[in-house]
């Protein structure tokens, strides 16, 4: 199966596996159109930039500064395109949709196929094949800012102290995202557990043996996950299932990126890829489960939130969202909200883009509030990767959820409670007694971990390093609501505002939940996701006009 260069897909599935409804509906008609235009840029303070030569791309993303140039140097390296192309939708509006087949509502939710430069003769290296050379990406964690020709810094004012240029590249704030992400994830107390799966299965045993000992005699001494005798990496300190199922939607958005769906209108290529990506891993599972003696026993590739696993199960046995999220034990939790964070990079500053195309993920395995948190994270880090203030970027995700939903009411609490404390610690206690519910038995439900993740948010006025400690304060919350903290500020911020420390322990996957990623590194990860300039604000691709024009009208 074809993907984005360098980038292995999820499954072997043929392409009519992706289902009826997102492959039969879509627009081919097109396929051949010849390729548009670049549109020029221009630096601030600096006039217009020279128009690009034929054929160049040039990213224009929006929030995330200036393209990095492409100016060859003497004595660089050999560099070689990626093989991508470049498509021009069509005119005419898509197909109207089979009855009872999920559509979101929104249009523009592909990217357009990525010219990213790779240095030809360097391997990529890692399970899912995600390790792009930094150094050379532009964009990624590593590569040279190049001012654009003839713009140059203006001089500093008589007797006034120079400024430090500080370039915004396009992977910064995506970089942001997905270490703030990883290292909310291992915050929590339950990422330990997470990669203790990593472990043979005795020493949890003995760790389980332990607790029951503990309870049985009265003892606070309480005990953690062992390595004894074993290699004791995989308990040191890092991201687990949240980090690795964020790179599991990144996948999707990279693989809507490639050759395998250039035929489909713009518009179509993400939910293509989003529905291929889900039915390739039910595929997956209902293989293994056929191989065993009976389900309980199967081996699956993966670990997952009870919700996906029902979804998943739901898929393999014919049924199509929304009846995989709906008739789901765990609709409500926040699996989705997670891969909604990661989706947002496709409608940088559009909301309620974001919104959309998070929802017809998510209905893949939640229904109701499970849905509403999907669709407020998408539209908070949407907009903060197009360059909105926290405040902003809160209210973004406010606007997606119903006033009448608990998660609604328990979000809009919340934040009022942040925006009248005087730090996050402070809020914590706050948000213990008010809005964490210790009735149920797992702490995942979205009606509290994105309130949660709202509201430390705003109270660390978006910074990463004060959000990402309070939510993991709150220890009944702490599987996700510090992962979802940590997005949405680490995609305020922008990769520096990760501490380095976290940045060099949380940017490798460890393969915990999903061991085919094991060994992707995320920074390399945000460079591809950045270099593909997926679209523009407004949710459109770049060269579609036509889009363009139709919203406008």
């Known amino acids: 199966m074809n993907g984005a260069p360098g980038f292995e897909t999820a499954g072997d599935a043929e392409l009519g596996a992706a289902g009826d409804s997102d492959l039969e509906d879509a627009d081919l008609g097109d396929a051949g159109a010849a390729d548009a235009a670049a549109a020029g840029s221009e630096a601030p303070g600096c006039g217009p930039a020279p128009e690009p030569d034929a054929g160049t791309h040039q990213p224009t993303g929006s929030g995330e500064g200036p393209a990095p140039s492409t100016a060859r140097e003497p004595g660089d390296p050999p560099m070689a395109l990626a093989p991508a192309t470049q498509e021009t939708p069509g005119k005419g509006p898509a197909p109207e949709p089979d009855a009872g087949t999920h559509q979101p509502t929104r249009s523009g939710e592909g990217p357009a196929p990525s010219t990213a430069p790779a240095p030809e003769g360097r391997p990529r290296h890692g399970a899912a094949g995600l390790a792009a050379d930094r150094e050379a990406a532009p964009g990624s964690a590593g590569a040279a800012h190049v001012a654009p020709a003839g713009c140059e810094a203006p001089a ?16 910064r704030p995506i970089e942001g995202l997905l270490l703030g992400l990883a290292a909310g994830d291992a915050a929590g107390w339950p990422a330990a557990r997470h990669r203790a799966a990593r472990m043979p299965e005795w020493t949890r045993r003995l760790t389980r043996e332990l607790d029951t000992f503990a309870e049985q005699n009265a003892t606070t001494t309480l005990p953690v996950p062992i390595a004894l005798n074993q290699p004791p990496e995989p308990l040191r300190l890092g991201p687990s299932d949240d980090a690795e199922w964020a790179a599991f939607a990144a996948e999707t958005v990279l693989t ?7 035929g489909l209108a713009p518009a179509r290529r993400m939910r293509a890829a989003v529905d291929l990506a889900w039915n390739s891993l039910a595929s997956e599972v209902a293989a293994a489960a056929d191989r065993a003696p009976e389900v309980e026993s199967a081996v699956l590739p993966l670990r997952a939130r009870i919700s996906v696993r029902a979804g998943l199960g739901n898929l393999a046995t014919g049924l199509r969202p929304p009846a995989t999220g709906h008739d789901n034990p765990h609709y409500f939790d926040d699996a989705a909200c997670i891969r909604a964070c990661v ?40 907009a903060a990767l197009g360059g909105a203030p926290v405040d902003d970027a809160v209210d973004a995700a406010l606007a997606e959820l119903p006033d009448t939903t608990e998660i609604g009411r328990n979000a809009q609490h919340a934040v009022k409670l942040a925006r009248d404390a005087h730090g996050a610690f402070e809020l914590v206690p706050l948000l213990e007694h008010q809005i964490v519910d210790h009735v149920y038995s797992y702490g995942i439900a979205a009606a509290e971990t994105v ?61 915990c939940a999903l061991p085919r990623l094991a060994g992707t590194d995320l920074v390399e990860l945000a460079g591809l996701l950045a270099h593909t300039e997926l679209t523009a604000p407004g949710g459109q691709f770049r060269h579609d006009d036509d889009t363009r024009d139709a919203r406008t009208r």
């Open 343 to 382: 989706l947002a990079v496709v409608h940088p500053g559009d909301p309620a883009a974001a919104a959309a195309l998070a929802e017809f993920d998510a209905r893949y395995s939640q229904d109701g509030d499970g849905v509403h948190g999907a669709r407020a994270m998408a539209a908070a880090v949407a």
């Open 156 to 171: 500093p004012e008589p007797g006034s102290r120079p400024r430090p240029a500080a370039p915004r590249t396009p992977s």
């Open 451 to 511: 309130p949660v993740a709202l509201a430390v948010a705003t109270a660390a006025r978006g910074r990463v390093a004060e959000a990402v400690p309070a939510a993991a304060c709150l220890s009944r919350v702490a599987d996700s609501a510090p992962a979802l903290a940590g997005a949405l500020t680490g995609a305020l911020g922008g990769g520096d505002s990760v501490p380095g420390t976290w940045r060099e322990a949380c940017r490798t996957l460890a393969g």
């Open 256 to 262: 809507a990126a490639g050759d395998l769906f250039a």
